[in-house]
């Protein structure tokens, strides 16, 4: 009896069993069926033209009237995004093309993208986007052609050192740009108007007709305790800018309540020598006492002492503002004033605006420098003015330092002879004799010569940016001591930032006859 139910059962399982089988199979291939079917489809879908395809999604880009142009090329979806990439990779296969010497595709190519340029810069000067009906036809010529420069078996190996060497070529003649606009820009900020020219030739003119007026500078220079007197209040200015000297004169002897405690000590060349003299006599500035020297008169600043004097000596041509002696004097005034003991430093494009005698009182706390601190911003650490691949700056300063800012500073004279500075720039003038740690400029050597010897002094002390940055807060420039025309865009220029100019146009002596003959005639 078991046997044949046992018998009976094994039929059963093994109909069921085939029945499962077969359904099984008739699922996959159906399956089978329906993903040969899609493959198909997704591949008949890539080959389509990327013309096609941005066709037949018209639908859902937006092109809107008051589309900024620079949003549209930029977008992945628009045609003046799709010109300008063809253009890019039409003009690779133009410089091939003539490496080949396939001249008539050559042309072909810059004939299309003139085409490509025109439309870009007229959809440019419009409101509208570029259409689809413009957009059409150079799109498929410039895609023709670049099939056409891809069959002539150009490889991508080709094409990417050509693209390589066309990106370092716009790299180069982009850097060479900027370096001719910094130095012209530097150069039209070192020029003098007109006008100021001829008040300066005016005053050179009076000065040599005047032999009371040299013989009293002579007399005054030799004989006025008061220049030594280390109970006042003393600043040194070194420019050949008669009339920017005079405003920073003038606006800190306006803003201190005892003028006739403060000290003036100009050193300009033998060029501009007379006219500063002629001026300071023939001006009243408060009482205040007026100190100009000739720098051609230091016998000592030579270039057995000094490693700039040398480099200028040894490359006749090479002196402009940032490299001149006349700016680096800075580092040298202990010399230049043996008997001072501390001594405000001011640039020729600062205005006073405050009182600045309690800075001669401040503590310094054993430091030789008091200066405001730049680090505000990122870019005004050491590592951006300083080269710090190499060993002598990576080993000996860090890069994260925080800058400051020359133009408003108080020296320590004391300090400063004690530690020595002017033998620590020495070394590093030095040290970059072939420009590889520094470049150019004052700040670079006065970072390095003043490294642990800076005192931070509040930001309102000195204020930066007025020859560059037309935004700085009209609070920050109301409460600040000093304002520093630092940049180009010096207030005595044309192309100075208007916003700016009456803040040195008040402290300019307007009434004297030479600067109102001069400004009538030029």
């Not at 996959?28 to 941005?54: A, T």
């Not at 003649?173 to 006008?195: C, D, F």
């Not at 033998?270 to 007026?290: C, E, L, P, T």
């Not at 008091?370 to 300063?397: D, M, W």
């Amino acid at each position: 009896m078991r046997r044949r139910a046992f018998d009976y059962r094994r039929p059963v399982r093994r109909r069921f069993s085939c029945w499962i089988w077969s359904l099984l199979l008739l699922f996959v291939i159906g399956g089978s069926i329906l993903f040969v079917v899609q493959h198909n489809h997704r591949e008949e879908d890539h080959v389509e033209s990327p013309l096609l395809e941005i066709n037949s999604r018209k639908e859902s880009v937006i092109h809107e009237s008051s589309r900024n142009f620079t949003d549209e090329i930029l977008s992945a979806r628009s045609y003046a995004r799709q010109i300008s990439d063809q253009m890019t990779l039409a003009k690779a296969y133009v410089i091939i093309a003539k490496e080949h010497n396939n001249l008539h595709l050559a042309w072909e190519l810059s004939s299309k993208i003139r085409s490509g340029q025109l439309l870009l810069s007229k959809a440019a000067t419009r409101a509208d986007p570029i259409s689809p009906n413009e957009a059409e036809p150079i799109i498929k010529s410039l895609s023709g052609l670049i099939f056409k420069a891809q069959k002539a078996h150009y490889d991508i190996a080709t094409t990417i050192m050509t693209m390589k060497n066309f990106i370092q070529s716009i790299e180069e003649r982009g850097y060479a740009a900027t370096v001719q606009s910094t130095v012209l820009g530097q150069l039209a900020a070192e020029s003098l108007p007109k006008n100021l020219q001829c008040v300066e030739i005016k005053l050179t003119s009076d000065w040599l007709q005047n032999k009371s007026m040299i013989e009293l500078a002579e007399y005054t220079r030799e004989y006025s305790p008061r220049l030594v007197d280390n109970n006042l209040n003393h600043f040194c200015i070194f420019s050949d800018n008669t009339i920017a000297v005079s405003a920073v004169i003038n606006s800190t002897v306006s803003n201190t309540e005892h003028p006739t405690q403060l000290v003036f000590h100009v050193v300009t060349n033998g060029v501009k020598y007379g006219a500063m003299q002629a001026w300071f006599f023939s001006n009243d500035f408060k009482g205040a006492i007026i100190e100009v020297q000739n720098i051609e008169d230091f016998t000592w600043l030579n270039s057995s002492y000094s490693p700039l004097v040398k480099q200028l000596h040894d490359n006749p041509g090479v002196e402009t503002n940032y490299i001149s002696l006349l700016n680096h004097l800075r580092f040298y005034i202990p010399e230049i004033y043996p008997f001072l003991e501390k001594i405000i430093f001011l640039d020729e494009d600062v205005v006073v605006q405050k009182d600045l005698t309690p800075l001669f009182s401040l503590d310094l706390h054993g430091n030789v420098n008091g200066a405001v601190e730049t680090c505000l911003e990122s870019f005004h650490r050491y590592y951006k003015y300083l080269n710090f691949s190499s060993p002598l700056i990576s080993t000996k300063f860090d890069p994260q330092a925080c800058g400051w800012a020359f133009g408003m500073n108080v020296f320590d004279l004391i300090a400063w002879r004690k530690a020595n500075v002017t033998a620590r720039y020495h070394y590093w003038q030095e040290q970059n004799s072939d420009w590889s740690i520094w470049k150019m400029g004052t700040l670079p050597p006065g970072l390095l010569a003043f490294y642990g010897l800076t005192e931070p002094l509040d930001r309102r002390w000195h204020v930066l940016g007025l020859g560059y940055d037309s935004s700085i807060d009209q609070r920050l420039i109301e409460t600040a001591a000093v304002v520093h025309f630092n940049g180009n865009m010096k207030p005595w220029l044309k192309m100075s930032i208007g916003r700016y100019k009456n803040l040195w146009q008040r402290y300019v002596n307007q009434s004297h006859p030479h600067l109102r003959d001069c400004l009538t005639t030029s």
